[in-house]
């Protein structure tokens, strides 16, 4: 397991587009101490693997997976979110959700996987997805470009796609499982690619239009502050907004 150190630590160094020289100078080592890491001739303490893992900026899953390829066991616990000891978070996600309401807030994971959301956002989805119920399972990165999902009811594709696509590169150049979403995204047809098109709001709104009814928000992420677990490293919170008063209204009526 340790020989697969070296490959992994050269893999994460060249995603995050840093040299040898660079990254020594971030886990204050020599360039050559480094060199000897990624090519196997040198083993790294345990420490040495948590000091490069900071300096690589990893989320802490990817942490624990360095330290594997090492031979060291996982330094950050990776628990789920209805543990006994998650209960505090639990209740502060929870109150996150409620108390932003009328606006509609996500759960998501690193993924773009919806794993929660308060009653704002089920009411829109209903909407979007009526008279089919709402998937049990919702990527709402993915589903934006689906066909069978809630493309055809994204008025403004060919500008807020080409954003989000860009997104998800950046994302899948240092994370595989955004690498696949972006695979899956890309497999669909007729996807909007860069023209130029002015935007004269001050953020790139997400417009519905469904039945007569034009819907635009526009989003805030959130993360944890100073996680210690991998899985909690690995939430987000989207918060959608009104971006016009036609949208807070009819958000208001459902």
């Known amino acids: 397991m340790a020989a697969l150190f070296g490959p ?23 360039a050559r101490h480094l060199s000897f890491l990624e090519n196997g001739k040198a083993r790294p303490s345990r420490d040495m693997v948590l000091v490069l893992g900071s300096a690589l900026d990893l989320p802490l899953r990817d942490r624990n997976m360095l330290l594997q390829s090492a031979g060291f066991s996982a330094a950050y616990p990776d628990d789920p979110l209805d543990a006994s000891q998650m209960a505090f978070v639990r209740k502060a996600l929870d109150q996150v959700l409620k108390r932003m309401e009328p606006n509609a807030v996500a759960l998501l994971d690193r993924h773009w996987n919806l794993l929660q959301r308060n009653r704002p956002l089920d009411l829109v989805l209903g909407w979007l ?41 950046r994302e899948a150049r240092v994370d ?32 519905f239009s469904k039945d007569g009814v034009t819907l635009s928000v526009f989003s805030t992420i959130a993360v944890l502050g100073t996680p210690t677990d991998a ?10 907004f009104p971006a016009d008063e036609a949208t807070e209204r009819f958000i208001a009526s459902l």
Do not use: C
Not at 13 to 19: A, E, H, I, L, T
């Open 8 to 30: 992994m630590l050269k893999d994460w160094r060249v995603r995050r587009r840093m040299s040898q020289v660079a990254l020594a100078e971030d886990a204050e080592v020599s």
């Open 129 to 169: 997805w009526s008279p089919s119920p709402v998937p049990a399972r919702v990527n709402v990165m993915r589903d934006a470009f689906d066909p069978q999902a809630m493309r055809p009811y994204v008025a403004n594709l060919d500008v807020i796609g080409p954003a989000l696509l860009d997104v998800l590169h």
């Open 176 to 207: 595989a499982g955004s690498r696949q979403l972006l695979d899956e995204i890309e497999a669909f047809p007729d996807l909007p690619r860069r023209t130029g098109t002015s935007v004269s709001f001050p953020v790139i709104p997400l417009t």
């Open 231 to 240: 899985g909690l490293d690995n939430l987000r919170i989207e918060t959608y």
